[in-house]
DNA sequence: CCTTTATGGAACAGCGATGTTCCAAGACAG
DNA sequence: CTGTCTTGGAACATCGCTGTTCCATAAAGG
């Protein structure tokens, strides 16, 4: 019955995810129950509180490497990577919230710079001309996260489609980033 | 002596606005000892949490609304305008975190759609072609505040000046709300 | 000098979240 | 069917935050 036991265990990481995105202050009887789940059984798995968030920041950084493979940075002009970067990236749904109150949670423990294949992805833009050159490295990752999380939020609070956000999300941060004609 | 009672409930509000930007879920413990206060003398002055927050949110609508006063959204084209707002929001300091994550904490129970006054701002950017018409008002919004907060954290993690992160927040703000020459 | 005012510390009860233990019930495999 | 696995509920102690009361101290003002 050990398959039981992965599931449960899956439920309940995906159900904190969802709800410490919304509310990172929430408690484990909020997160039990969105998993479905007793709090004795979160217990079960999770002793303390620090066990579950240490579980959600392996998963968060698990998905994140996922999508981060899948917009092969290293391709293309820098501004066509940073928009395929955008687009996996958006696909993290609620992990978005999570990653981006909760700096640090998938990261193991490097807290300092960027990532070194995000470093060259920009400067490859900042020499081909497709990234303003202007813009620190480290900007254009705080703009790129900063506009993913206004998408999402955008997505909870209007009507709008997830599609039509995700082209809001590149417009303004293709633009962003574009060389000043100036 | 009633100037000192003035004087202490203000420092309470300021310290208030700069622990909650930090941290949302922080203690009445804490902002008393941010403001160098007792917490009784706190507890003096506001006897709920909720008299704080009511105070904070009113100290927040009025710096907020000085700030929109002095941007004059009326004059020049929309782009231009949405450059001085910009520039005056940045000025609010660790009350930018606290707009940020507390949406709605200087609104006088608005909650929906924008100010006005905003509006009108955009939708002239819109005509005057100085804006994206693909852009809806409310992601405009979206797109300025999180530039903000971003801006806002960006200041604390690194060692850039003040005045170079207004221009990192101007550059792209710029760049994402321009007509797209494509 | 003496009163009023403002303050901070100590102590206390209440509350919600946390973490633990124990037990009963249901599901599944042999 | 029987034993094991998994679960959920109830009860409990603990902890930190909250809100209150009481008292001592120090400064300002008459």
């Not at 809001?168 to 004609?181: E, F, H, N, Q, S």
């Amino acid at each position: 019955m050990t398959g039981s036991r992965a599931r449960t265990r899956q439920a309940i990481v995906d159900a904190a995810i969802e709800v410490l995105g919304r509310n990172p202050a929430a408690s484990l009887g909020d997160i039990a129950a969105a998993a479905d789940v007793g709090r004795t059984t979160l217990h079960r798995y999770f002793a303390e509180r620090a066990d579950l968030l240490a579980a959600v920041g392996t998963e968060a950084g698990a998905r994140l490497d996922r999508a981060t493979a899948q917009a092969r940075m290293a391709e293309g002009t820098g501004a066509s990577a940073v928009h395929r970067l955008c687009q996996e990236y958006f696909d993290l749904g609620s992990l978005l919230s999570l990653i981006f109150t909760e700096p640090g949670i998938g990261t193991g423990s490097t807290g300092g710079g960027c990532d070194p294949e995000f470093t060259a992805m920009v400067e490859r833009g900042h020499r081909d001309g497709t990234i303003d050159p202007e813009l620190p490295v480290d900007w254009v990752q705080s703009l790129i996260w900063s506009q993913l999380y206004a998408g999402w939020a955008y997505l909870a609070e209007t009507a709008a489609s997830r599609h039509e956000v995700l082209r809001l999300i590149l417009r303004t941060v293709d633009g962003a980033i574009a060389v000043k004609p100036g």
